[in-house]
Every structure is written in C-alpha cells, then in structure tokens.
C-alpha cells in the first residue's frame, strides 16, 4: 500500500469515532460505510481479500429496529453498534499494518 492510499485508510479510521456519540446517525454511518468500501475498493481491489472482509462484517443493522426511526438507540442496540465500529477499525489498522 503506497503512502497516500495508506493515509487515506486511517482518515476512515479517525472518523470512526465522529460516529460514536450517544445517539448515532444512521445517514452518517451509511456515508461512512460507502465512502470505506469505495476506497477499499480503489486500493486493493474489488475481488480482494480486505474489501471482501470487510463486506462481511456484520454492522448494526439500524432498518430493523423497532418503534420510530429516529427513537435513540436502546443500550443493547448501541453496544451492537460500538462492537461493529470497533471490529470495523481493528480490521482497517490491520491493512495500513501491511
């Protein structure tokens, strides 16, 4: 990974936490997931190990909770959410480590 690719991954890496307040946005997490894929896609390659890894992470899922769209996160849901974001920037770190 040349250096600009490599600065560029741990930009998404910084922003994952801009998504963990109190109340996450679910806008804001799918402009983050997008613009990630995009540019894992751009970096290693579409049938890659590392964008297909990351494709396979299983991120909270905000279309099937229940009750009003913009309720605050129950405890549970938001501790789902933080574990995914987590598992997201470990997984990240790991390609900028190569």
Known sequence: MNPE????????ISDLNGLKSRSPEESKFKEWKEKTEKKLEEVFGKSS????RFR????F???RR???KDAPLREAERAQFLKALEEARRLLSR????
């Open 5 to 12: 690719d490599k600065s560029k991954v741990q930009s998404l």
């Open 49 to 52: 190990d590392q964008y297909g």
């Open 56 to 59: 396979a992470l299983r991120f």
């Open 61 to 63: 899922d905000f279309s």
């Open 66 to 68: 229940p009750g009003p």
């Open 95 to 98: 390609f900028t480590d190569t």
